[in-house]
């Protein structure tokens, strides 16, 4: 794991040191919007209309911020028009990697370049900052367009619609401000706080951090128990948001990110529902399980300097979940 410094790769673990023991995400840099017509969306510049064919998303199927975009690229309609390249699962000194010798890692399919980093410094070739997945290249200017999962899955919830007919709306004008609160609430303490656990290097920062994460799945729970979906009768985009959290949960944060006060099959509702996500036409192919477990355990060598794949218990993501009836 690493970072670019004026295009040039540093290989370091996040440092932590700074911020007494705390993990803190940065901000991601590539801040454009795919639009209709190409005009400039809320950040960035103008200049990448909505195309059949010219857009291309680079994602690790490990990756719960890349798995958002894989899942909207599937329920949008956009498989036919939006192409796919994944990275290996193991992160390790060079990054994220195109090796093509693990089942599902497919190689950089634009360019055939070796490493993530490499498509970073096309794009721009003084970049400094981390490399990370999901990408949204174009292929038209050559360039990235957002490397911010919870923007691109906005283009891709409405940009696209006139060339898909697919007007499926997971994030509907009248419900944005609703959303936006719990949007907040399950990133700070569940989405992000799963990492702020597991890579808190101090017992302060990990315990500032695993209080309010199962505060926020009793919250969660007791929601679901009263609401088929987060906002009510339909599916918005906080409730993909959170599935990708909930799916990596038993298998991964449990017990690598130390997230082991209770397990999400311990929560009926929350297990239903991730069920009933799961089950939803066209994402159970988004969920690579494999590559979920192997990256997370191989690649975080502070966490898990032996590389050990944990065996762990079967879940059967797709019982009957018996929601909605
Ligand atoms: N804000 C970004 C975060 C993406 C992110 O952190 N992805 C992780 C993988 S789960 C990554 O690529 N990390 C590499 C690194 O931090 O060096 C988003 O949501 O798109």
């Avoid at 199927?61 to 309609?77: M, N």
């Avoid at 006060?261 to 192919?285: C, F, M, S």
Wanted: glycine fraction near 8%; proline fraction near 5%.
């Amino acid at each position: 794991m690493g970072l670019l410094v004026d295009g040039v790769w540093h290989d370091q673990w996040y440092d932590t040191k700074s911020s007494g023991g705390k993990f803190e995400r940065a901000a991601a840099k590539f801040r454009n919007w795919v639009t209709p017509d190409g005009s400039k969306g809320p950040t960035g510049v103008s200049g990448f209309a909505a195309e059949s064919g010219r857009y291309h998303l680079y994602v690790s199927y490990a990756c719960p911020w890349a798995h958002r975009a894989l899942i909207f690229r599937q329920i949008k309609g956009l498989s036919d028009h939006i192409s796919v390249s994944a990275v290996h699962p193991d992160m390790l000194g060079d990054g994220w990697t195109f090796q093509t010798d693990d089942h599902g890692a497919t190689g950089d399919t634009l360019f055939g370049l070796p490493f993530a980093r490499d498509i970073y410094t096309k794009a721009d070739p003084a970049f400094s900052g981390r490399v990370t997945v999901p990408v949204l290249w174009d292929t038209q200017q050559n360039t990235i367009v957002s490397n911010e999962s919870s923007e691109i899955i906005r283009m891709f919830n409405s940009a696209f619609d006139a060339i898909t007919g697919n007007t499926d709306d997971f994030w509907p004008e009248a419900q944005r401000d609703a959303i936006e609160t719990v949007n907040n609430r399950i990133y700070d303490t569940f989405n992000n706080g799963v990492y702020r656990c597991g890579f808190a290097t101090t017992q302060d920062a990990y315990d500032e951090a695993i209080a309010p994460l199962f505060d926020t799945l009793d919250w969660l729970e007791d929601r679901l128990a009263r609401n088929r979906y987060l906002m009510g009768d339909a599916l918005t985009e906080a409730d993909w948001r959170l599935f990708t959290t909930l799916v990596r949960f038993d298998p991964v944060y449990h017990l690598h990110f130390k997230c082991n006060r209770k397990r999400i099959v311990d929560y009926p509702n929350l297990w239903a529902y991730t069920r009933e996500l799961y089950q939803h036409p066209g994402v159970a192919g988004t969920v690579n399980m494999d590559h979920i477990v192997r990256h997370y355990h191989y690649s975080h060598d502070t966490i898990n300097p032996n590389r050990i794949i944990p065996t762990n218990p079967v879940l059967d993501f797709m019982a009957p979940h018996g929601r909605g009836g």
